[in-house]
């Protein structure tokens, strides 16, 4: 995870430099179903958490605008009820892009998404 949150810095450096977006703030958008023990909300949401302090910690004014927001939809679904929830969170993620479109935005799903 902090890997990858490095790589979203790199992105964002080599964007800025090209398109000169140097005062745009980075939204991290994660987009999580269910409560499955391996990849759900409970066992991905606090690795993400982790890794952004430890990104912040490392990049302090690269990353001094970055946000984090969760898209969860809590529960246990197979993988037809899954799908059948993605044009709704599709919504969802949508409306934030729209409320942070001056940002960066970057989105993560975990799992079997």
Do not use: W
Request: hydrophobic share 40%; aromatic share 8%; glycine share 6%.
């Amino acid at each position: 995870m902090y890997r990858l949150l490095n790589c979203v810095v790199c992105l964002r450096l080599a964007i800025s430099s090209i398109f000169g977006y140097d005062r745009r703030g980075v939204t991290i958008i994660t987009v999580i179903i269910g409560d499955n023990p391996i990849y759900g909300y409970f066992a991905k949401s606090p690795a993400y958490d982790v890794a952004l302090t430890r990104a912040l910690r490392t990049f302090p004014t690269t990353l001094s605008q970055v946000r984090r927001l969760s898209v969860n939809e809590p529960g246990t679904y197979s993988c037809p009820e899954a799908a059948a929830l993605m044009p709704i969170l599709a919504m969802e993620v949508e409306q934030l892009i729209r409320d942070h479109q001056q940002d960066f935005t970057v989105l993560i799903t975990p799992g079997g998404l």
